[in-house]
């Protein structure tokens, strides 16, 4: 990997993808910034990724904060002085249907998934920038590329995140700005158990579908890969891939195969 001397801040650190990448990161020697709303938690990954030869901060914070989110970045940038990679992978997913879900719900699945990776990176971006640049890295899903039961905030908040992103890729790149859009399918993390019910209550089960996915680890192998490459996306998970395709290149079937899943 081509990463010495970088500074990488994860936020969704503490648990699954991100911490699965944080020790991929640490083992190259960089600079690491995590964050995530578990302290404890994150101290352990701090501890960690500093035992695998990382320098390593953590910033434990609640995204759903918005209004605080510009002093959370300045932190962040100030913790080595700047960021080269800015991984924005935190998020949560839901377990309800549009008619139950509490309006909550909505706003802060979107709050976590789509408005802080927004106001993280407007604030991150001018420094960025006079830094000579750096890579953006958001984790959006294949529930970002259809609609899926049950998804309805969640699929929203990817989807919305590919707007935002593919924009800012193209009014910035040519200031050395470049983005990755990482896609996961399945990868078996905690996300089922933190997912959201209609009333804003954590789903608490690990879903089959969650289970059968691939390991955090691996799917930490490719998107740290994906980012050295500075790939514009990279598609992560097995054969749940294929519906990306499917709906690309058929989207009637497309639509008919999401209308008869049994999602849980
Ligand atoms: N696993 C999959 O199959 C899958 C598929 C598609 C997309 N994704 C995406 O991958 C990303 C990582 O998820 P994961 O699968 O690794 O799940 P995970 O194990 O549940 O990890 C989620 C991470 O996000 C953090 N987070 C959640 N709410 C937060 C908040 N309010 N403020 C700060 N941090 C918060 C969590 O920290 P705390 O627990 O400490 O709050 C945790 O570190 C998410 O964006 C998810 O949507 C996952």
Known sequence: MVIDNK???IT???SGIGEACAYLYAREGVDLILTATRADRLAEVQAECIRLGAQCVILPYDLTDLAHI?????????AFGKIDIAFLNAGISQRSKILETDGKVDEKIMAVNFFAPVKISRRLLPDMIKKGGGTIAVTTSISGKFGFP?????ASSKFALYGFFETLHA???DQNIRVVMVC???VKTNISYNAL??????HGQMDDGQNSGISAEKAAKKIVKAI??????VLVGGKELLMVYIKRFFPGLARKMVRKIKAT
Do not use: C, H, N, V
Request: charged share 40%; aromatic share 10%; no cysteine.
């Open 7 to 9: 500074t990488i801040w």
């Open 12 to 14: 969704g650190a503490s």
């Open 70 to 78: 510009d002093e959370l970045t300045d932190k962040a940038i100030a």
């Open 184 to 186: 996961p399918g399945r």
């Open 197 to 202: 019910e209609a009333d804003g209550r954590k």
């Open 171 to 173: 009014e910035y790149y």
């Open 228 to 233: 050295d490459k500075q790939k514009p996306e």
């Open 150 to 154: 049950l998804r309805s905030a969640y």
